[in-house]
């Protein structure tokens, strides 16, 4: 996730926090401060409540930290590398690399972080009563603490797809039907629904408690998106798999000399019909210049300006090699709005991958079966080993 801070690694993991998460911290530990802890424990200093508010709240940010360890921990141990650990506004978000393999990896992963949730939860209500003989603030802490962890395992096993719950649920049906795609499907509908069930119901609040309305509304809509999201990704990833960069790029692109004035540019765009030249100098990538470049250089400029001066050099260039999986190379075409990312190795041009030849492809694949599902289902047969006949 971008815009995060970096706090350091756990067992290689990048440990971040988003900046929406200092927005919540400070939400919190005014809460806290103002509302939570006096109502339990008047008599308190004020100094006291804030610096056992904004303690509190650095204690639920390091248990939102383990829940998400949890997830992890057991992740690695199935063999599936984590990436980082990023902490936002909804709480916590484990960059795990690869999809689950098997129904039941798929099944501990998820259930990991909420039995860590649950273990902070009830340890510190168990701990509460006696903390709270020895030091009444030390009480405090432990007691939101162990609500709060309850509420958020409550909240994570709600079977609404990509939450824990509905990992669960998705992990069963896997089992079941033996299709991680119609798992994946199915989970996703209902995590779609009960999003908007949310949101419904938040509307139907918000005449009576207008905040607690808006905020059911937020967390529907969060819902239902990111399991529209989770299912596109697995999608794109089954459409695209065990398909390489090299496989769809254009091998023999036609280039462009950075010191060819603008306007013979213009004839040779129009002449090979693409939206888009890599500039090569002495045999390697310089940069790349498309219709974009041209369109914003006024027309009398075409004469006395080059190649070189409208191109987009090398070093601010999206490129990638021919093993790179096609995931991410969409991923950063749709980040940064490009048509086509020049596939290099050191600076030496092996070829380009455009928009439009990752369509010819899928409509290809879409033309040669019917839907989307019977391609998914493919897929999945083919990437099974067993059922390779002799391969
Ligand atoms: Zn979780």
Redesign the pocket.
Known sequence: MDASVRLGKIRGIEIGIHYTWLVVFGLLTYSLAVGVFPDWYPGWTPGTYWAVGALASLLLFASVLA??L??SVVAQSRGIPVRSIVLFIF??V?QIVEEARRAIDEFLI?VA??LVSVVIGVGSLVLWPLAEQVNEPLGAILRYLGFANLILVAF?LIPAYP??GGRVLRAFLWGALDSVYRATRIASTVGVFIGFLFMAGGIFLVFRAPLSGIWLVAIGWFLQSAAQQSYQQLMVRRLFEGVRVGQLMDREPVTISPEVPVDQLVDALLNYNVRSFPVIEDGRLVGIVTLTDVRSTPRSEWGSRRVRDLMTPFDRLVTATPDSDIESVLRAMALHDIHQVPIVRDRTLLGLLTRNALLRFLQLRQELMRSPEEIAQMVEKRSRPSDLPGD
């Open positions: 829940h998400e949890g997830h709480g916590g484990a998820a972080g909420p994570n939450l824990d």
